[in-house]
C-alpha cells in the first residue's frame, strides 16, 4: 500500500522568507504531483514530477523530486500572501493499471504580512 | 488544457433523498475517472475508481449501494448518493487522467443534507 507522508502539516511564514514543504512516499511510484487548495474550491494543478531529478519551477514555488530517497519538496521562495493555500503531494501508482493517486493530508500555508 | 465539468457546485437535499453528482470531460476522453471525498480541513480520500464501460471499483469502507457509479460513455461519469444522510455532507470531487499524464479535477461539489 502506498502511503504519503507531507510535513508540516501548518506553516506560518511570514511574507519574504523561504520555507520547505515536505513529502515522502513510502514504495516505488511512477510520479509525484503538487497540487493546490484554496477554502472551498477543487484542486489546482502545479506540478508533475515524472522522474528522478526532475526540478520544475513556477514563479516562487519550486518542485523537485529524488526517487531513490522517495522524497519531493515544494520550494517557497520569498513568500507573499497570495500563496496561502493548501499544498497537497500526491503520489501515483499503477495499481490494476488505474494510476490511483494517494494524497498526503497537505499542509496549510499561511502567509503573513 | 484538459477540463472536467462537474456539477452541480452546491446542493442541499433532505435526509433520505438522492443526490446525482456529474462529471464531464470536456475535451479529452477519460477512460478512468475518480471520485474523492473531502471533509473540512482533510485531505481527499478515494472512494472508487471508474471505468468506462465497466462496474466501478470501490475502496474498503465505501458501500457501494449508497454511492452509485456510473461511467457509460469516455465523456460522462455521475455519482448518485442513495438515501441521503446528514453524515454523507461532504465535498465530493471527480478526477480524470488526461492526455498528458496529468490528473484534471472538476470543480467539487458541496453536497449538505439536512
Known amino acids: 500500500e502506498l502511503k504519503v507522508e507531507q510535513n508540516p502539516l501548518f506553516l506560518s511564514m511570514q511574507e519574504g522568507k523561504n520555507y520547505t514543504i515536505y513529502c515522502n512516499y513510502s514504495t516505488t511510484s511512477d510520479r509525484l504531483y503538487w497540487y493546490r487548495q484554496d477554502p472551498g474550491k477543487s484542486l489546482e494543478s502545479l506540478f508533475v514530477l515524472l522522474s528522478n531529478g526532475a526540478v520544475k519551477q513556477e514563479g516562487r514555488l519550486m518542485a523537485s523530486l529524488d526517487t531513490k530517497a522517495r522524497l519531493s519538496t515544494l520550494h517557497i521562495t520569498a513568500a507573499v500572501h497570495d500563496l496561502s493555500a493548501t499544498y497537497f503531494c500526491a503520489a501515483a501508482y499503477s495499481g490494476a493499471g488505474s494510476y490511483q493517486l494517494t494524497f498526503g493530508k497537505g499542509t496549510k500555508l499561511s502567509v503573513i504580512p | 488544457g484538459a477540463v472536467v465539468s462537474q456539477h452541480p457546485s452546491r446542493v442541499i437535499c433532505k435526509s433520505g433523498t438522492s443526490v446525482k453528482i456529474e462529471c464531464r470531460s470536456l475535451d479529452f476522453q477519460a477512460t478512468t475517472m475518480f471520485w474523492y471525498r473531502q471533509f473540512p480541513k482533510q485531505s481527499l480520500m478515494l472512494m472508487a475508481t471508474?471505468?468506462?464501460?465497466?462496474?466501478?471499483?470501490?475502496e474498503q469502507g465505501v458501500e457501494k449501494d449508497k454511492f452509485l457509479i456510473n461511467h457509460a460513455s469516455l465523456t460522462l461519469s455521475t455519482l448518485t448518493v442513495t438515501s441521503a444522510h446528514p453524515e454523507d455532507s461532504s465535498f465530493y470531487i471527480c478526477?480524470?487522467?488526461?492526455?498528458?499524464?496529468?490528473?484534471?479535477f472538476g470543480s467539487g461539489t458541496r453536497l449538505t443534507v439536512v
Open positions: 471508474s471505468n468506462e464501460g465497466s462496474k466501478a471499483t470501490y
Open positions: 478526477s480524470a487522467r488526461d492526455r498528458e499524464y496529468g490528473y484534471t
